[in-house]
């Protein structure tokens, strides 16, 4: 456990000071969703059944600055989805589920412990950064809770 510090006109401040006059004490964050929480991990057989897709704003942003109109420039830094999966993050909800449900879906855990999920879909779902050549192999980095989207990217990791 850790002690933090906490402001002199807190709730949890107040409380500490009537009833204990000692330091609060507290779980870090990360220990504490880790009891709230049992993190998914890749099956071991490599399937993408208990996966599911949660995409937040900071993830769409992430997805649209990075992996959207990249191949334009005469250096492309990053790999590019078509127009099909870059006009807001429903459009990412949409590629990211049918990588999940998509017959060849093949999950990871990568050594920070998230999980890379890696499929061929039915239509091309971007460039690759290099050549910026058409492929139809896309991945999603979902957290270590198999839900939640960090990013996503024609290819593969």
Not at 66 to 77: A, F, G, I, W
Not at 107 to 114: C, D, E, H, I, P
Request: proline letters at 4%; a positive charge.
């Amino acid at each position: 456990m850790n002690t933090v510090p906490v402001h002199a006109r807190s709730p949890i401040h107040a409380m500490a000071r009537c009833m204990m006059r000692r330091p609060v004490r507290i779980l870090s964050g990360l220990a504490g969703a880790a009891l709230l929480l049992a993190p998914a991990v890749a099956a071991a057989d490599g399937s993408c059944a208990a996966l599911s897709c949660a995409i937040g704003k900071r993830a769409w942003a992430h997805i649209d600055a990075r992996h959207c109109r990249t191949c334009d420039s005469l250096t492309p830094k990053n790999s590019e989805f078509t127009g099909a999966y870059c006009g807001g993050a429903e459009d990412a909800l949409e590629l990211c589920r049918a990588v999940l449900a998509a017959a060849d879906c093949t999950a990871a855990t990568q050594r920070n412990g998230r999980i890379a999920a890696t499929a061929t879909l039915d239509r091309v779902a971007g460039k690759l950064r290099r050549g910026c050549t058409d492929t139809r192999r896309a991945t999603v980095i979902l957290e270590k809770d198999g839900r939640t989207v960090v990013t996503q990217f024609p290819g593969d990791p």
